[in-house]
């Protein structure tokens, strides 16, 4: 049964009635013996290819096969931040599509999931950033995608917690995209799994796959037992080298810890999301008041949702720097997902080498943004056996023919991006 079409006409009826006609947003299922795809991971990517597949290329005989629930992994644990200040041609038009998704996301899946164009804001500290970063906004008004120079000043009106003269590394200026900003992570993932169960897609959730037999169809074991499907597309995020491993081959693929944190609430003080150039710092304030904010990966590999006090140290002195101020706060919560990094720093949409197998990961510290444009290709990839036209540079074989993606301008170096 449908959730029903939410507006604030219906919040108003609810609300004159107890709330008591409200139905779940999905129907909790059970996993089938046979599906005609099955998606490993009810992560943002894995969810919205179910939705495009189901809405976009029509096929209704899907599963998304969850470990936990929904929301659980990264989808849930970013920090929300949604941009396309890209470098690469190839690049900034997915990235681009994937906000213009963002701008109809809430009027297609009639959802609210806050949708806040309050500006993405990169800060710069070197003249050899500065230069970087004209490259790049340029790249991008080739592609008619909007990105400013902002002065100091300019960047102290927008900003005024930032320390323009910090010691560490002085404010020379800033890179905007002004349609950057953020989107209320959880409920994007609600949004796509409402609008794909309703149009007959089994969310199931509480069910790990933990084998793959490739064939035709392909055998999944389950831990409520075997599925087959004749395509599995894997949006598994940090896990993704574990379950190519399950299907007999290697990815280029490293898994480590990204850490976030949250402070406690007060007034509105930082009305765009700022990035420091000069350590790896970046924050924004959530709609409830608390700053929100994070810093680089952890320094070694792990699967443990939790990541390390090197780290924590790291980010902290970072936005001390940058913003003194905020020494003021306390911090309420911490907490780590696991990132998919792959070699270049670009996402991998692709074949494998198993037939009728196909991937979704790749999407390191920055596959939040990607999700519309993410699960559209995919989908597409999925549906049709071959690549979305946005993201035919996204393929596997790439690492193999040494035609990494240089989105930082930083050459084929993993350690560089
Ligand atoms: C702290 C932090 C901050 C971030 N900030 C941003 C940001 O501001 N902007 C941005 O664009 N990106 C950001 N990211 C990155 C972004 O969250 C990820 O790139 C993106 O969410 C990954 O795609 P996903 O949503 O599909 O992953 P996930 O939500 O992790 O989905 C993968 C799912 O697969 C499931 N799974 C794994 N193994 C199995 C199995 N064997 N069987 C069944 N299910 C399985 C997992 O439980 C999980 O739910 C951040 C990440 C973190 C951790």
């Known amino acids: 049964m449908s959730s029903g079409r939410y507006s604030g006409f219906r919040l108003l009826r609810e609300a004159m009635a107890g709330h008591q006609g409200w139905r779940r947003a999905w129907h909790p299922a059970e996993a089938k013996p046979h599906y005609r795809i099955a998606i490993i991971g009810g992560g943002g990517h894995g969810l919205a290819s179910a939705y495009h597949l189901a809405k976009t290329y029509g096929i209704r005989d899907i599963a998304v096969l969850e470990q936990g629930a929904i929301g659980q992994g990264n989808l849930g ?3 929300t931040i949604v941009r396309s200040n890209y470098f690469t041609a190839p690049n900034i038009r997915f990235y681009d599509a994937a906000l213009q998704g963002w701008e109809r996301f809430e009027q297609e899946l009639n959802f609210n999931a806050m949708v806040s164009q309050r500006g993405t804001l990169n800060l710069i500290h070197t003249e050899g950033q500065r230069d970087l970063f004209a490259r790049r906004a340029n790249a991008m008004a080739l592609e008619g995608v909007d990105a400013e120079y902002v002065d100091p000043a300019g960047v102290k009106a927008l900003v005024p917690l930032v320390e323009l003269t910090n010691a560490r590394y002085p404010v020379l200026g800033g890179f905007l995209q002004r349609r950057g900003g953020t989107v209320r992570h ?3 993932g609600w949004a796509y799994a409402r609008a794909a169960s309703d149009l007959g897609v089994d969310i199931v959730e509480h069910t790990g796959v933990i084998g793959i037999t490739p064939g035709h169809p392909i055998t ?3 831990t409520a037992g075997p599925v087959t499907a004749e ?9 993704s080298s574990t379950l190519a491993a399950m299907a007999g081959f290697r990815l280029p693929i490293e898994t480590y810890a990204l850490q976030a944190f949250v402070t406690e609430s007060v007034k509105p003080v930082l009305d765009l999301v700022v990035t420091y150039g000069g ?6 304030q959530s709609d409830k008041g608390g700053i929100v904010f994070g810093g680089a990966t952890d320094g070694h590999n792990s699967y443990a949702q939790r990541g390390s006090w090197p780290q924590v140290e790291e980010t902290m002195t970072a936005g001390l720097t940058l913003m003194p101020a905020l020494s003021r706060l306390k911090v309420l919560r911490q907490w780590a997902g696991v990132m998919d990094m792959s070699m270049d720093g670009s996402p991998i949409v692709s074949d494998t080498p198993v037939p009728h197998l196909y991937l979704s990961t790749g999407w390191c510290y920055g596959g939040f943004k990607a999700i519309p444009a993410g699960g559209l290709v995919a989908a597409h990839l ?3 056996g071959t690549p979305h036209p946005l993201a035919e540079h996204f393929r596997l074989g790439r690492f193999r ?9 930083a050459g084929p170096y993993p350690w560089a991006h």
């Open 279 to 284: 350590g790896h710092f970046y924050a924004s």
């Open 186 to 188: 959880d409920a994007v």
């Open 231 to 239: 395509r599995v597309l894997l949006a598994v995020a940090g896990h």
């Open 382 to 384: 999925v549906a049709t």
């Open 401 to 409: 023919a040494g035609a990494q993606i240089d989105e930082r301008g």
């Open 220 to 222: 999944l074991s389950t």
């Open 77 to 79: 644990r970013n920090t």
